[in-house]
């Protein structure tokens, strides 16, 4: 790997970490690729390239992610829908069932004893929503 490689990982690191630590806050394309010193364009070639994802995409999960959570505490559709940075509950709605494979109501209503008993390291990893799951269940081997 070039020096120059290694310096754009650093930068998108700096970008995703970035989202991880502000979900919740308005941001977009530009905001994230202006922390990785990158236009726009370039950060989310580069961003895909390197996570796999689209920034706007990953966003979006690590929302999903963090309402998941919420709503496994008790918490309503709204008030997660809110406290997790989405503005519209109709697109939150939609986003949830399309990553968890549920809709937001049914996944609150849905007893979470195993999660609740697992170690928060193991719950975070087991539970996170994946498109890329979803796709290898429903692809033929």
Do not use: W
């Amino acid at each position: 790997m070039t020096p120059q490689e290694l310096a754009n990982l650093a930068h998108l690191r700096r970008a995703r970490d970035l989202i991880d630590r502000e979900f919740a806050r308005p941001l977009d394309v530009p905001t994230m690729a202006s922390h990785a010193l990158m236009s726009p364009a370039h950060f989310s070639r580069q961003f895909r390239a390197a996570y796999g994802e689209t920034p706007y995409s990953y966003l979006m999960t690590r929302r999903i992610e963090r309402a998941m959570a919420l709503l496994r505490g008790g918490m309503s559709v709204t008030d997660a829908c809110m406290a997790v940075g989405a503005t519209s509950l109709g697109s939150f709605s939609s986003r949830f069932t399309e990553l968890a494979g549920e809709t937001p109501s049914a996944y609150r209503a849905r007893e979470h004893h195993a999660v609740s008993a697992m170690p928060a390291c193991i719950a975070k990893q087991q539970t996170r929503p994946s498109r890329v799951r979803e796709l290898a269940a429903v692809l033929p081997a």
